[in-house]
Every structure is written in C-alpha cells, then in structure tokens.
C-alpha cells in the first residue's frame, strides 16, 4: 500500500507539467489578449506595457519563466486587476469555494444515500417511485435554471432569504442555502441512484443470503455486510464529483454573487488574464488529482479484497 501510495504521488508531477504545459499554449493560441479593448493603446504604451511583462520575448522564453516561476510557487501577477498577483486572488477567492463546494458535495452524499437505501429497502413502492422521480429530476434540470428558481420563490416571492452575497454579509449563514441547494442537486440525485442500484445487486449477493440464514437481525445485516459493499461506487464517485462540484460552482458563484474562485475564472477569461487563467487550471488540475488519489487509497480500504502490487 505504501509504495502505491509513493507512486501515485510522483505520478502527479508529470500529470502536472503537461496539464501546465497544454493550457500555456493553448491559451496563447486563442484571439485577443489581456491588453485588447475596445480603445487602442498606442504603440509606445504598448510596447512598454509588453517589455513590463515580458511578453515581447518569444513564446518558448514566457514558457519557462513562467514554469521556473510556477516552480518557486508564484504564479505571477494578475494582468487586469492592477497590484494584486494571481496567489492573493486565488488566496482569498479558493477558501469560498471550497467550502461551498464541501458543504454541497457533503450534504448530496447524506441526503443521497439515505434516499437511495429507503429507495433500495422500499423497492418497486410509493417510496421508490417518489424518490427516483426527485433524482431524476435533479439529473434533468440544470443549475442556471434551478437557481434562478429558487430566487424566485424563496427570496423575491417569500422574502425567506437573501438573494446574493456571502457569509460576511449581514444575512450571514442563511446566504448559503440556496447556493448549496442548487450545486447539490445533480450530485444527490446521482449518488441517489447509484446507491440504490448497489444496494439492490450487494442485497441479492450470497454472503448476504449467508448472514440472513444466521439469523442475524436485518439491521445488522444492512448495517454490517450490505452498506461496506454498497459504498464502494458511491466512494469511486466521489473522487471526480467533488473536482466537479467545485469547477461546477462557476455558475453557481455568478447567480448568487459569491466571490469565490468561479467567478474569477470566468472574468479572467472574458478578460484574456492569462495567469489568472493558468493558476485556476492549476488549482483545479491538483483537486481533481487529489481527489482521484484519496478515492484510491479509501477503495483499498473498504474493499479488502483489491490489493495494490
């Protein structure tokens, strides 16, 4: 297990550099720039703004300095928002994001699984059917229509909640449900199904057949041999659900004006900041890597069976 883990983790190095090295020239590739406008600077100014940030060197140079900058854990200055560097940015905006992406992947995986096993105890009942219909529904409708809905009826018809803003604001932790509700709801309906389908194959296994002919309780029987087997599609799951909750707060974060990490991404790209743009492909590159790799290590050990050679 150890040496799994040790190589797993040098893996993400090379995973890394090419994931920095693609998005580098690609986004270099596309039209425009973080000094385009509607208003053209004239050349002198922007041949000095140019010679400022080294963009007058050709682009295999800018590559390298910026993976020697990279290197040293700087991530450079921010082209469009003037004295701040790409660390503050993301410094401030990553802690929001993470956790409202926490709080949603979290509450999805408790509300998920307990509607998948009262679906999967209750099968083919009014149970089952009601809270399939919820999950598919929450499959169907996406986030920038749900939000929207929400606001609608809780915050403008109700007036129960705010509309926007942040726990920093006034109305404080009640900024967070609407939010929440809408970045989870794709999340729990899929857990949703997927431990109910597991839930009825580990059901149907023979171990579990063996356990009931013991005579052991029900409860102990889901308790103890059905869930630990059940689990395991929803934990392979979770690696790239919560890499995907929190790139999936983008839209999220613009609804309901959360200054989170999402909302800078989306302005650096309407703003061609190309390190903005780069250290949030980095940070989403790591969680998403991160995430793969805790996934593994947890499937190891719930399933005692896989073994890492």
């Known amino acids: 297990m150890s040496r799994f883990i040790v190589r797993r983790f040098l ?16 986004i270099r590739l596309a039209p425009g720039g973080p000094f385009s406008g509607e208003k053209k ?6 041949a000095n703004i140019m010679r400022k940030y080294h963009m007058d060197e050709p682009l295999v140079n800018q590559y390298f300095r910026y993976i020697g900058d990279v290197l040293h854990f700087d991530l450079g200055p921010s082209y469009r928002y003037k004295d701040q560097t790409v660390n ?44 399939m219909s919820v999950a598919v529904l929450g499959i169907s409708v996406p986030a920038f229509v749900v939000g929207p809905i929400l606001m609608l009826i809780f915050a403008l018809k109700l007036k129960w909640l705010p509309t926007s803003g942040w726990l920093s604001s006034r109305a ?3 900024t967070l449900i ?71 707060s983008v839209v999220v974060e613009q609804i309901f004006v959360i200054p989170g990490i999402g909302r800078i991404f989306v302005q650096s790209a309407l703003n061609r900041d190309y390190t903005v743009i780069m250290g949030d492909v980095i940070v ?20 005692p069976r896989i073994s890492y050679k």
Not at 110 to 117: F, H, K, N, P, R
């Open 11 to 26: 893996s993400v190095i090379p995973t890394l550099f090419i994931i920095v090295t693609l998005s580098f020239f690609l």
């Open 41 to 46: 600077l004239p050349p002198e100014i922007m």
């Open 88 to 131: 503050d940015l993301i410094g401030n905006a990553f802690p929001v994001s993470i956790l409202l992406g926490t709080l949603a992947l979290g509450t999805a995986l408790v509300l998920g699984t307990i509607v998948g096993i009262t679906s999967a105890l209750k099968q083919n009942k009014w149970q089952d059917y009601a809270a």
């Open 172 to 174: 404080g932790a009640l």
């Open 178 to 248: 609407m939010p929440i509700i809408t970045l989870m709801m794709p999340y729990f309906a899929y857990i949703a199904r997927m431990s109910r389908g597991s839930l009825i194959e580990v059901m149907r296994s023979d171990y579990v057949r063996t356990a009931r002919a013991k005579g052991l309780k029900e409860g102990v029987v889901i308790r103890k041999h059905v869930l630990k087997g059940a689990m395991l599609p929803i934990v392979t799951y979770l690696g790239p659900a919560f890499s995907g909750i929190i790139t999936g």
């Open 284 to 303: 989403y590159s790591i969680i998403l890597i991160a995430a793969n790799f805790v996934v593994d290590i947890l499937y190891g050990l719930l399933d």
